[in-house]
């Protein structure tokens, strides 16, 4: 059982048990998909969780009578955590993205809890949401879901013209289209790719045209689905690694672009890792942000923004010249 798993149930183990007073534990560990002895572990574990101090009064206290179980002592934990504005929006948007999905074994389940979310978080206002002027979402990208779900349904090939951010172009392909993919709330079609004569995935919201063509979707026999275990990005040897600080204005170039976090910073600021083949398209991203962005390594990319900076400046200063005389 990891930790990771564990936790989240130790948190919500106590208000759960505080609201069934006498629950059996077969009952209780049926709810939380554990067997008996792993919540009776969970339980020994709780006795030694409480407030600061540790003593008699601070720690959390349950009663065994058979085979059922009462708290009490809660310790403060009489609660069950809350969304914030921004989780629950967050959490909404990856719910109904999901729920337009083809082959989502039990859509009405994602519904109810759709639902529940909605009346839950009522008026609330998300909070700590930064959207980019680069970030391309809204109408063009719900449209651009339901052609790929149309060819989906169809087998249906699609011709599609797309925008490749890493190397800040655009082309025109023909795919035939596999699935329709979530993966942390943004949308992506795995397809296989006629030009690259691979399986590719493409960006919902990079996808800048699409038609359904009448000819049908047939990808390679060879054609397998992409393993995404361990996320949609993989390095290519071709690729360098910049390490850059982002102001809060530029966190969006972290939703947008392959990169991983790496810390937080005080004032809102964010470190990123992030690859790049080119260098000439890399320091234009970073000349584009206007000052949010600094680099911390290699120091040859910071060299590189520096020349080009300077160049432009001393451009302008010609030009400023020229019109003055």
């Known amino acids: 059982m990891s930790a990771t798993g564990r936790m989240p149930r130790l948190l919500a183990l106590v208000p759960y048990l505080l609201a069934r007073p006498g629950i059996k534990i077969v009952d209780a560990a049926h709810d939380f998909d554990v067997t008996p002895k792993q919540l009776r572990k969970d339980l ?3 006795w030694m969780c409480g407030l600061p101090g540790y003593g008699p009064g601070d720690l959390i206290d349950l009663s065994f009578e058979g085979d059922t179980i009462v708290v009490t002592h809660d310790a403060g934990m009489n609660r069950p955590l809350r969304l914030t504005g921004g ?8 719910l109904r993205a999901l729920a337009e999905t083809p082959g989502v074994v039990d859509a009405d389940a994602v519904r109810r809890a759709i639902a529940k979310i909605e ?17 391309r979402e ?17 087998r249906r090939a699609l011709r599609i013209r797309y925008y490749t951010a890493s190397k800040d172009e655009i082309t025109e392909r023909t795919v035939d289209p596999m699935r329709l993919l979530i993966v942390q709330a943004v949308g992506y079609l795995e397809a296989w790719c006629r030009r690259a004569e691979g399986v590719r995935l493409f960006r919902l919201d990079r996808i800048d045209e699409h038609t ?16 995404l275990s361990d996320g949609v990005f993989r390095p290519r040897p071709d690729q360098q690694e910049a390490v850059l600080v982002l102001d809060p204005d530029a966190r969006w170039v972290a939703e947008y672009y392959p990169c991983e976090e790496l810390d937080e910073l005080d004032g809102g600021r964010l470190r ?32 590189a923004v520096r020349r080009r900076a300077a160049d432009a400046l001393a451009r302008a200063r010609h030009l400023a010249s020229t019109y003055e005389q």
């Open 44 to 46: 020994e574990l709780l």
């Open 87 to 94: 989780e629950a929006t967050a959490m909404l948007v990856a």
């Open 212 to 227: 359904v063509l009448d000819e049908p979707a047939v990808p390679p026999a060879h054609a397998r689905p992409t393993d």
């Open 119 to 135: 009346a839950a978080a009522g008026q609330a206002q998300p909070s700590g949401i930064v959207v980019g002027g680069g970030v």
């Open 272 to 303: 990123i890792r992030m690859r790049y083949a080119d260098e000439s398209w890399m320091v234009r991203l970073i000349l584009g942000l206007g000052g949010d962005a600094q680099v911390e390594s290699p120091a040859t990319l910071g060299e």
């Open 138 to 154: 809204g109408k063009k990208t719900a449209g651009t879901r339901e052609a790929v779900r149309a060819a989906l349904t169809a």
